[in-house]
């Protein structure tokens, strides 16, 4: 059974950055895309980055790219979402997720398995 687990979130000012660290476990990983989503209360998750396990092919969305940068140690087991120049409106809960279809794509029901979440709070 895969098993996500993210770590790093918090409280950071507007300007500040994050980085948030999503360890996999269970499985080998070398066919799947991981990826990361964010959800506010009320509102269905947004596409946030992902990121092949073998190739490190990365995606973003389009609205954050520049600011987050996605990216894996294979080694380690460990997805990562850099976040800079954060904003109150990147306030939300970020999920790590995997699709062992290797699809991947900005579609969550696409992915099979979540972790259970991390708060980032961005104050203004």
């Known amino acids: 059974q895969v098993q996500l687990v993210e770590s790093g979130g918090g409280l950071v000012q507007a300007g500040g950055s994050l980085r948030l660290s999503c360890a996999a476990s269970g499985r080998t990983f070398s066919t799947y895309v991981m990826g990361w989503f964010r959800q506010i209360p009320g509102k269905e998750r947004e596409f946030v980055a992902a990121i092949s396990w073998s190739g490190g092919t990365t995606y973003y969305a389009d609205s954050l790219k520049g600011r987050f940068t996605i990216s894996r140690d294979k080694a380690k087991n460990t997805m990562y979402l850099q976040m800079n120049s954060l904003k109150p409106e990147d306030t939300a809960v970020y999920y790590c997720?995997?699709?062992?279809?290797?699809?991947?794509?900005?579609?969550?029901?696409?992915?099979?398995?979540w972790g259970q979440g991390t708060q980032v709070t961005v104050s203004s």
């Open positions: 997720c995997a699709d062992k279809d290797g699809l991947g794509g900005r579609y969550s029901p696409t992915y099979d398995y």
